[in-house]
Nanobody, 126 residues
Framework: QVQLVESGGDLVQAGGSLRLSCAAS????????MGWFRQAPAKEREFVAT????????DYADSVKGRFSISRDNAKNTVSLQMNSLKPEDTAVYYC???????????????????WGQGTLVTVSS
């Protein structure tokens, strides 16, 4: 069982940066693949980024490649999402998620994630 709590959401101007954090409690955090998803108003939740259990591999949605960076600190049970060059279309509730058994080719599939946080709101003004 893993409990996830996101933080760092805020109101920021277009072009600005934010860093989201996800704190995990529970056992075996370093065995989980960790992901970030987001849900914009009136839209379905979508994949943003995922990082492997040891941090060696990461995948990103095309819409955020080159602007966002996912990282993790297994000693602190945290995963972060550094967001640069933010755009108004990045406005969404951002969710942290954990999966214990998803193959890399399925990392973008939210149905494969076992645990979810409550989300943190990011608003980007134009």
């Amino acid at each position: 069982q893993v409990q996830l709590v996101e933080s760092g959401g805020d109101l920021v101007q277009a072009g600005g940066s934010l860093r989201l954090s996800c704190a995990a409690s529970g056992r075996y955090f370093d065995s989980y693949t960790m992901g970030w998803f987001r849900q914009a108003p009136a839209k379905e939740r979508e994949f943003v980024a995922t990082i492997s259990w040891n941090g060696d591999n990461a995948d990103y949605a095309d819409s955020v490649k080159g602007r966002f960076s996912i990282s993790r600190d297994n000693a602190k049970n945290t995963v972060s999402l550094q967001m640069n060059s933010l755009k108004p279309e990045d406005t969404a509730v951002y969710y942290c998620a954990a999966t214990g058994s998803l193959r890399r080719r399925d990392w973008g599939s939210q149905g494969g994630y076992d645990y979810w946080g409550q989300g943190t709101l990011v608003t980007v003004s134009s």
